[in-house]
């Protein structure tokens, strides 16, 4: 067995279903070799369990996706993993072969030469409200790989990850995506307190009554015949983009869409309507009274998390609909009696981590102050933050016309070296190449848009701007520029989510949600100072672990709340 700070540490636990909840533990030393034998077990969950007692091991499952889940309806929390599905996606992705099948039984294949199978669907989204599953979830198709082949694979990723040009941050990559699996699933399980009498009163303030036949309800049915009105017609589906396009081509106004900011260019009467309806429309669509009955049990909303979900290493959700949550929505999100919410947002965080990894000393002196926009403004624009602003979001986001042109001249002066960090990953991303996050998360390979006939002349060949090739080159230009910043913000916040949950263990305060930047904790109210100490400390220690002794600051706003929708 392996001895960790002289405590025995099992590295090793394979879930394989019987569909009776046992399953198979196995000991593995450091580099991921047996260290004992196989250890069939008809209570998985117990043993587990007690391992955790005794020595809170580094569990190392195929998929915690589909793992952990059952053993937390089981009562059983472990402390860390090592996910072989998420750890096998960023070493795929790392070789340059993004979106191959990432399963165990897929890198079982390619370490034994065999047919590589394709990874199962998805399993079928199951709001609260629609029964529990099984102990232990089983994944669609044929039984999986056993313990054996668990054990070769690990052995196997240690090793690569060991090959990575930078294996230390690769590995805190890998212990910050296994840890989001083991988070996305207690968030899960916990829930987001959330008012369904405050839900439903905010949907009677903005919405109005529900049709007593079905349809739309009534503020949105007055909004209709209103736009119908302004364009002088007896009917219109206002929800339909193809139908106002054509009214608004029939007032002679031509549009090429019906997007918010398109809309807001355009001088008719029917425009405020249609904004109004657009965004109550959504509401009613998204997060309306269906959507409550869907997702919302118990005084929960309990959506599904995907840890990496994004291809920037950001996190998404199957069902639900928690990342897009409006703010006036929020007002149902209400602490328990004696709870409070501790809401923290990382704000500027994407400029700050430019100033982090580009090692730009300007810019990383303007990054340990509080406003980096008002630091940028005072440093190189005058005093202006919005150009400031602007310029830096547009050095980030590829923003090359219009006003950006001279606030991307002054930041190109005055901080050569951070808007020279963003040009090279999109020189790269241009030419076709790979780049990676500050930890080692890798972009999707460019794809091929253009390829000449026989016998036709390629039109980039004369230098032609306009080509296919040349406009897929800008743009993919374009995303490599901001992803070698958005990832590494994405890695910032998941290793923050890590250290936090390290620190909350035992106090009985609760992750219950997290969106991009942003992060809230439920605790009992004598708790809130203490917890947001807490998530203070675990940004910086997110900060030291990623960047070392950097000047740059990652400040936190920090709120203590009753309900989520007070938050700053």
Not at 159 to 182: C, M, N, Y
Not at 487 to 508: P, Q
Not at 530 to 555: I, K, Q, S
Request: one cysteine or more; a neutral charge.
């Amino acid at each position: 067995m392996s001895y960790v700070r002289g405590r025995i540490v099992f590295v090793l636990v394979a879930v394989v279903s019987d569909e009776q909840g046992g399953g198979v533990l196995q000991p593995l030393g450091p580099a991921g070799t047996p260290t004992g034998p196989p250890e069939a077990v008809t209570d998985l969950a117990a043993a587990v369990a007690a391992r955790e007692r005794a020595a809170q091991p580094r569990w190392v499952w195929a998929s915690g996706a589909t793992g952990y889940p059952a053993l937390l309806r089981a009562g059983v929390r472990v402390e860390r993993c090592h996910d072989v599905e998420l750890t096998e996606a960023l070493l795929l992705g790392h070789a340059g072969r993004w979106g191959e099948p990432r399963s165990l039984a897929a890198a079982w294949a390619r370490l034994t030469g065999t047919p590589v199978p394709a990874d199962p669907p998805p399993r079928a989204v199951a709001p609260p409200g629609a029964g529990q599953a099984a102990l232990f979830d089983a994944v669609p198709g044929p039984p999986g790989p056993g313990i054996a082949a668990l054990v070769r694979v690990y052995a196997d990723q240690l090793t690569r990850v060991a090959s990575t040009e930078q294996p230390g941050r690769f590995r805190l990559l890998v212990a910050a995506e296994s840890a989001g699996a083991l988070i996305a699933a207690e968030m899960g399980a916990a829930g987001l307190p959330w008012r369904a009498d405050v839900h439903d009163a905010v949907l009677a303030e903005l919405l109005g009554e529900p049709s007593p036949v079905g349809g739309p309800p009534r503020r949105l049915a007055e909004l209709a015949a209103r736009i119908a009105e302004a364009f002088g017609v007896r009917q219109l589906h206002a929800d339909s983009p193809a139908e106002l396009l054509r009214a608004f081509a029939r007032a002679g106004v031509e549009l090429p869409n019906t997007r918010a900011w398109v809309l807001r260019g355009v001088d008719h009467p029917a425009v405020p309507l249609v904004l109004e309806y657009k965004e109550l429309y959504r509401i009613w669509t998204a997060h309306g009274r269906s959507w409550r009955d869907a997702w919302v049990r118990d005084g929960r909303f309990q959506p599904e998390y995907v840890p990496g979900g994004v291809v920037s290493g950001r996190w998404a959700t199957r069902g639900g609909g928690a990342l897009q949550i409006p703010k006036v929505i929020r007002r149902a999100a209400v602490a328990d009696p004696g709870w409070r919410f501790v809401v923290a947002d990382a704000g500027q965080l994407e400029p700050r981590v430019l100033a982090a990894v580009s090692d730009d000393a300007r810019l990383a002196a303007a990054g340990g102050t509080g406003d980096l926009y008002q630091a940028l403004a005072r440093d190189a624009f005058g005093g202006d933050r919005g150009r400031a602003k602007l310029a830096l979001l547009g050095a980030m986001y590829g923003q090359t016309g219009g006003e950006a042109v001279p606030a991307l001249a002054v930041l190109r002066r005055s901080y050569p070296t951070a808007f020279g960090y963003v040009e090279a990953a999109a020189r790269t991303g241009e030419a076709g190449g790979l780049v990676r996050s500050w930890l080692g998360r890798t972009c999707p390979p460019g794809t091929a848009v253009f390829a000449a006939d026989d016998g036709v002349a390629d039109p980039d060949a004369a230098g032609d701007p306009q080509s296919p090739r040349a406009r897929a080159a800008r743009s993919r230009g374009r995303f490599t520029r901001n992803f070698v910043i958005q990832a590494t913000a994405a890695e910032w916040a998941s290793t923050l989510l890590a250290v936090l949950r390290g620190e909350l263990a035992g106090t009985g305060a609760e992750l219950v949600f997290f969106q991009h930047d942003e992060v809230i904790v439920h605790c009992p109210a004598e708790q809130a100072e203490r917890v947001a100490e807490a998530v203070e400390r675990a940004g910086r220690r997110a900060t030291a672990l990623l960047f070392g002794d950097t000047p740059v600051r990652f400040p936190l706003d920090l709120s203590i709340v009753e309900c989520y929708a007070d938050a700053l």
